[in-house]
C-alpha cells in the first residue's frame, strides 16, 4: 500500500524539521551568529511571511492565516501525493508537505516559523531558513523532474 511510505515520510520530516528547529531554540539566543565555515552560520531569526520572508510585511502579526494558508497548500499536496503515480512525486509531494506542517506548528506555537541556517558570500546573505525549508525545495525539485520529463504516452497532449 503507497499511503504508509507517504505518511511515514511526511512524519520523519516532521519530526526532523521540530527536532533541528527546538535544539536551535535551546542553544541560540535572537541575532547570535554561530560561524560554523566560512559561508555558512547559525543564527536564530523568526519569519512571519512565507518561504524567505516573503509577505513578512503583510503577514506580520496573522500567523493563524499564514497556518490556515499553508496548510490550505498542504491538504492539496497530500491528496496529490496519495494519488500520484511515480514513486520520485510522491516522494517529493511528501515532503513539501511535512516541511509545510512543520512550519504550521511554529506558526500556531509561537506566531512565526523559526529559522536558523543561514548561507553567505562575501557581504550577500541567502535569507536564513530551516530543515522544512530543505525539505519543501527538495520535494519541488522532485516534483518538477517527474513534471518535466516528456510523457512516455503515444496519445497527443493537450
Not at 18 to 42: D, R
Not at 95 to 122: E, K, M, P, S
Not at 132 to 140: E, F
Amino acid at each position: 500500500m503507497k499511503a504508509t511510505p507517504i505518511i511515514l515520510l511526511i512524519g520523519a520530516t516532521v519530526l526532523a524539521d521540530q527536532a533541528t528547529k527546538t535544539v536551535a531554540l535551546l542553544l541560540l539566543s535572537p541575532g547570535e551568529i554561530l560561524s560554523v565555515v566560512p559561508g555558512f552560520n547559525v543564527t536564530l531569526g523568526f519569519n512571519e511571511g512565507a518561504s524567505f520572508g516573503m509577505m513578512s510585511g503583510a503577514m506580520a502579526g496573522r500567523p493563524l492565516l499564514m497556518a490556515a494558508l499553508t496548510g490550505g497548500l498542504a491538504l492539496m499536496f497530500a491528496i496529490m501525493a496519495f494519488r500520484a503515480e511515480s514513486l520520485r512525486e510522491r516522494t517529493g509531494l511528501a515532503l513539501i508537505v511535512g516541511g509545510a506542517l512543520g512550519n504550521i506548528i511554529d506558526r500556531l506555537r509561537q506566531g512565526a516559523v523559526t529559522d536558523f541556517l543561514d548561507l553567505y558570500w562575501r557581504n550577500w546573505h541567502w535569507p536564513t531558513f530551516n530543515g522544512a525549508d530543505i525539505a519543501i525545495t527538495l520535494g519541488a525539485l522532485l516534483v518538477f523532474t517527474v513534471w518535466l520529463r516528456p510523457s512516455k504516452s503515444k496519445e497527443p497532449a493537450f
